[in-house]
Structures are given as structure tokens and as C-alpha cells.
């Protein structure tokens, strides 16, 4: 058979061509250049940050990801399926960043198999739907050591962190030896209220905060004369301290302008120090009030030790009164603090939905200050500031809030720092005395003045936040106490030292924006339908609650009355009909209204499905036809010559 090249073939072998070189280039990019990302989301999405970068490419031990996921039955919930596209990208990009150090699979467990059971005992969790079957979208990550760590659930709450999350747990992963936290505080954090004389009883319960950091972390306690920070020490637990005399001053200075992270909890007024023991009195050695305002001055804040915080809008609520007259009553020197006063895009705040105070204090920013000053937690407008002595005498609750008069000021809880410091120590170190470990150590150690690197600080101005009393109920089961939360007291604390545990490029990471992004015009139109008819169908519906009153009332008249209607007069029957008549019509008329706060939006809805569905293929076919028609010109034009 002759092939002939005319006009015809070179177009279907054009396409031919074209159609092998399509498949082929598909193939190409598939195999050679698959890590290849273009992100072009507002906010960029899907880019991860350099810090995250940092981490992955220093992964100290493999880790290996199992991300589970019920794809086949989740084709009915756009939702999951969206935030799993998500996930899945977020950690194909993060694979292809560390190299053969991260292991990723993915999983897509059927029921009854081996791959849901091995789910359920990596500690995922599945969410059942309403057909009976169950979803697992999680993730679970293992080391060569055994250790593991598990998300069970992706929930919408944590899509803002989702980068955070999936670093932290790889962070975790590849340093499996427990992080070190150096402890210095004059709270019995280890025995409670009881202190050392219940322990050597046996009666010592500890606090529930100290507890879960036991779980978490190494933890170190450093008596609180110290010359030195140790080198193992990862965070600093800074939990209302005694007066440190300047050697043990020194070594934290040293500490944080080095770039040591510490977190300090101080108070004007501690109310957990003075809580009555076994024997009725405060533990040994106990100090109502700590402040270290040498360091934080260099630091660049400071805290005024005389001032307590009164909050009209965040006050516990107690009991007051007397025997059967104890009531319910507001007491604004006892803050419930909510979470429209935290910062919802610091990592540590942002899952903190309510934080249970004592007696508060507050902090400032200098005007010296070298150091960034974020204020992570703040009290309400509705607060002032009392004297400490005042506070003292013990004011009743209905004392306090009568004629209270607030500033209209928020005051700094909590805030992060960060930066360079300068040494609260300017001459070098203080005079060791006759203390020789001092001696040594700043005879081997160099004095630094600062700027050499940044400090990372997280500061409170309450020590009650680790009192069982205020944030958690607990009982006994089988000999074990279990607790039952009312507060985030524990997660705030938690949350502020697993950030500062991890790496600086960490640290930075903050709360991104939700994937799913809102649909404005049609949120628009929604705003201005329901401005436009809301007006309209209260007054039809006030209208008929109108009438059907007056309905009733004719009717009722009539009830129990042979011949009711009858006996009505002649207006008064004439009435019970327009009414009805009334009633019939108005109902139509809202049932229209109803109907028009939809309109707009269905309008719009059929505009973009014209759009997709029918407009750009017309388009199309009209570019394509103008196409041809213009080869053709050309084709005739230069026949014609």
C-alpha cells in the first residue's frame, strides 16, 4: 500500500506525533522530575518553611511514616478527602527534602485486615460513619529504636498546624533519648502541699502538672544555689523561685545570653506557696512572692512586685456566704482566663481554651529593651490593678466588684521573648566568695556580655497555674488518681516547654492559614439577602403571631356555646374570616421571602456551573473556529498569487 504525504496525512500524522509526545512528556516529568512544586496559593500553602527545611536535612536517625488512610470510604466526605490531599503532599514534600532518611508509606486500610489492625495498634483512631464502617486518616511514626509517636486523628482544629505537628513528630523521632529539663523552683512540685515531712510519710501527692512532665521529659532538679547551668540541660524551668544570690543569678544570665531557652514562672502573690500542708502550715521554707528583676530587666521587661490584677470579665466564679447561705459569686482576683485574650498564632496558645489563675501579676516592656516582646496572654478591658497589701487584708468578693471601675487596659499574663540580650552582669562575674565550684567554673568558663546570640524566653506572671486546685479535679480508681481537667493549666505548660525543647527553626514555625478557603461573594450575597429580607420576614411573622392570637381569643369566646358561630356577632365572624384569609396569604408571602434568601446564591451557583460547564467550551470552539478561518484566508491568499 502507497502512502501518500499530501495535506490530509501530515495533519493525522501531526497529531499522531503530538499525542506520542504528550504521553511521553507526561512519562518524563513522572519519573525524573516528581519533587518539582509549584505553589501559587495566596498564602503559600503548601510551601514549606526554611525551618522545616533545616530540620529534615539534618535528620539525626531514620523515621519511618505510616500515613493511614480510608481513601476508598471517604469518597463520600469532601472534607477528609480534601485535608488528606493535604497531608499526603505535605509529606511527599517532606520526604523529597530529607532524602532516604524519611521513610513514607501510605495506607489504605480495608476493614477487618491486617493493616487495621496494625492502625488500632500504632494508637491510631477510627472515626465511624453513619453506614457503619469506620475512617482512620492518622499518622504513625517509628524509629530504629522503637520509639513512636502517633496522630490519630487529623482534625480540622489542627489544620492551621498541620507543618508543626508533622516536624515536631519527626523531630521526636529522629532524637529518641528524652529531652533534659533543668528544674529551679521553691514549689513542692514533687511532693505537693505536704512537702518533704508528708514524702517521708507516705502521704505525698504531687502535683499533676509536675506529673506529666515527669512523663515527657528528663527531668533535673538544680538546687537553687547553683555556679552553673549544666551542658545537658535542653530548657530551664524557672517555677517561683527563693531569692538567688547573684552566683546563682550569674549562671542563668550566662545561660539565656548564650541562647539557653528558659521558661519562668514568677508572682507578686502566690497562693499555692501558702496553701496549709498536713500539720496546717505552709511548707518549709515556702516565699509568698518571687521576682528576679536584675535578670529581667536585661531581658528587657519587668514586673511591678506591688500590683495585682482585678478582672471584672474573667473572674472565677465561688462560693461566699456562710453555712446553707454559701452561694455562687464573681471574684476577680481569681482569673478564668478565655481564649479570646491569647495569641491563636502562637503555637503554645493556640489549642488553650480557658487557663484557671490565682492572685496575678503583670509585665511590661522597658524602654531599653534589645528584645522582642509578644504578649501571649492578656486579661480582659474590664480589668485594673490593686495594691498587693490591699490584696493582702483578704476583701470579700462583693467588695471588690462593688463600684469597680476599670482601666480599659490589657495586662500582659504571659509573653514570649526573643533576641539579643545584653548581661545583666556588665563587670564580668560577681565575686565566688569562699564558694569554690563558683570559682572554677568562671575561671574556665568565658564571660559573655551578649549579642552573640538570641535568647528565647517565655515568661508568667502567676506560679498558681500549678496548683491541682485550680485546673483539675482527680479521684482515686483502683488505688491510681485520675484527673479530670477543667482547666488548660497542664497543656500551657506542656505546650511552652515541648516548644521551646525544639530546634530554633521550631521555634519560628507559626499557625498558617486553612486550606479551604471561603467562598466571599458568596458570603456577600448570604449578608446582604438576609439585610435585605430579614426586616421583611419579621414583620410577616409578627403579623401572623398577631392574628392567630386574635384568632384564638375569638375562638375561645365561642368555645362550650351550642351555636357558637351563630352567637357571634356579625363583625366579629366577618373578622374570624379575614383573619384566616390573612393568615393563608402571609404565610405565602414569607414562604417567598424564605425562598428569595436563596436566589441570589442559586444564581450565582447556575452563572459558574454555565460557566464550567458550557461558556469555556464555546469559548473554545469559537477560538478554534476563528483559528481556521483565518488559516484558511492565508491558505487562499497565498494560492492566489
Do not use: C
Amino acid at each position: 500500500m502507497k502512502f501518500t504525504l499530501n495535506r490530509r496525512n501530515v495533519s493525522i500524522l501531526t497529531l499522531v506525533l503530538l499525542a506520542v509526545f504528550f504521553v511521553a512528556f507526561n512519562l518524563f516529568v513522572n519519573l525524573s522530575v516528581r519533587t518539582a512544586r509549584l505553589d501559587l496559593t495566596e498564602n503559600n500553602l503548601f510551601t514549606l518553611s526554611e525551618g522545616t527545611k533545616e530540620i529534615l536535612r539534618n535528620i539525626e536517625e531514620p523515621v519511618t511514616l505510616r500515613f493511614f488512610y480510608s481513601e476508598r470510604l471517604s469518597t463520600d466526605y469532601p472534607r477528609i478527602r480534601n485535608y488528606a490531599g493535604r497531608v499526603r503532599d505535605m509529606l511527599e514534600e517532606m520526604r523529597a527534602v530529607a532524602g532516604p532518611e524519611l521513610v513514607l508509606e501510605v495506607i489504605d486500610p480495608e476493614p477487618f485486615s491486617e493493616d487495621e489492625d496494625r492502625a488500632m495498634s500504632l494508637g491510631l483512631k477510627g472515626a465511624p460513619t453513619t453506614e457503619g464502617e469506620v475512617i482512620y486518616f492518622g499518622l504513625a511514626g517509628t524509629n530504629l529504636v522503637d520509639g513512636r509517636e502517633a496522630i490519630p486523628f487529623f482534625t480540622d482544629e489542627r489544620e492551621v498546624y498541620l507543618e508543626y505537628d508533622l516536624i515536631r513528630m519527626i523531630q521526636n523521632l529522629s532524637s529518641p533519648e528524652k529531652p533534659v529539663l533543668g528544674v529551679v523552683t521553691n514549689l513542692p512540685l514533687d511532693t505537693g502541699a505536704g512537702g518533704l515531712t508528708a514524702a517521708m510519710r507516705g502521704q505525698s501527692q504531687s502535683f499533676m502538672i509536675y506529673e506529666e512532665m515527669r512523663d515527657r521529659f528528663d527531668i533535673q532538679f538544680l538546687e537553687q544555689d547553683f555556679a552553673r547551668v549544666p551542658d545537658s540541660v535542653d530548657v530551664l524551668l524557672i517555677a517561683h523561685p527563693k531569692d538567688l544570690n547573684e552566683t546563682t543569678q550569674y549562671a542563668i544570665d550566662q545561660f539565656v545570653v548564650k541562647g539557653g531557652k528558659a521558661v519562668a514562672f514568677f508572682d507578686p502573690h502566690s497562693e499555692v506557696s501558702l496553701t496549709a500542708g498536713p500539720e496546717g502550715k505552709p511548707v518549709r521554707g515556702y516565699t509568698e512572692a518571687s521576682n528576679l528583676p536584675r535578670l529581667m530587666e536585661s531581658w528587657g521587661v519587668q514586673m511591678d512586685p506591688e500590683e495585682i490584677i482585678s478582672d471584672k470579665a474573667y473572674a472565677q466564679r465561688v462560693q461566699a456566704g456562710f453555712d446553707a447561705r454559701r452561694q455562687l459569686v464573681d471574684y476577680p482576683l481569681w482569673l478564668a482566663v478565655r481564649a479570646e485574650t491569647m495569641d491563636s498564632e502562637d503555637l503554645v496558645t493556640a489549642n488553650i481554651e480557658r487557663l484557671n489563675l490565682g492572685t496575678v501579676g503583670h509585665f511590661s516592656q522597658t524602654e531599653e529593651a534589645t528584645t522582642a516582646f509578644e504578649p501571649m496572654v492578656t486579661s480582659s478591658e474590664q480589668a485594673k490593678l490593686l495594691d498587693l497589701e490591699y490584696v493582702k487584708t483578704g476583701p470579700r468578693p462583693d467588695e471588690l466588684m462593688r463600684d469597680f471601675e476599670p482601666t480599659g487596659e490589657k495586662y500582659v499574663i504571659a509573653a514570649r521573648v526573643s533576641g539579643p540580650v545584653k548581661t545583666a552582669f556588665p563587670d564580668g562575674p560577681p565575686d565566688p566568695g569562699e564558694d569554690e565550684d563558683a570559682a572554677r567554673y568562671q575561671t574556665a568558663e568565658k564571660h559573655v556580655a551578649g549579642g552573640e546570640a538570641e535568647a528565647n524566653l517565655i515568661l508568667f506572671a502567676d506560679s498558681d497555674i500549678f496548683d491541682d486546685r485550680f485546673w483539675v479535679q482527680t479521684q482515686s480508681y483502683l488505688g491510681e488518681r485520675v484527673a479530670q481537667p477543667i482547666a488548660d493549666n497542664a497543656k500551657f505548660v506542656l505546650n511552652a516547654v515541648e516548644n521551646l525543647m525544639g530546634a530554633d527553626e521550631l521555634i519560628s514555625l507559626r499557625a498558617r492559614e486553612r486550606a479551604e478557603r471561603p467562598f466571599t461573594v458568596v458570603e456577600k450575597l448570604r449578608s446582604e439577602a438576609e439585610a435585605r429580607f430579614l426586616e421583611e420576614e419579621e414583620a410577616l411573622q409578627a403579623k401572623i403571631a398577631a392574628s392567630e392570637e386574635r384568632l384564638a381569643r375569638l375562638q375561645t369566646r365561642a368555645a362550650g356555646q351550642q351555636g357558637a358561630e351563630e352567637l357571634l356577632s356579625a363583625r366579629e365572624a366577618d373578622e374570624m374570616r379575614r383573619i384566616r384569609q390573612d393568615l393563608v396569604e402571609s404565610r405565602m408571602e414569607l414562604r417567598d421571602v424564605q425562598r428569595n434568601l436563596r436566589r441570589d446564591i442559586d444564581q450565582l451557583g447556575s452563572q459558574v456551573r454555565f460557566i464550567n460547564v458550557a461558556l469555556m467550551p464555546i469559548l473554545v470552539a469559537f477560538a478554534a473556529l476563528g483559528v481556521a478561518w483565518y488559516r484558511r484566508r492565508r491558505r487562499l491568499k497565498y494560492s492566489g498569487r
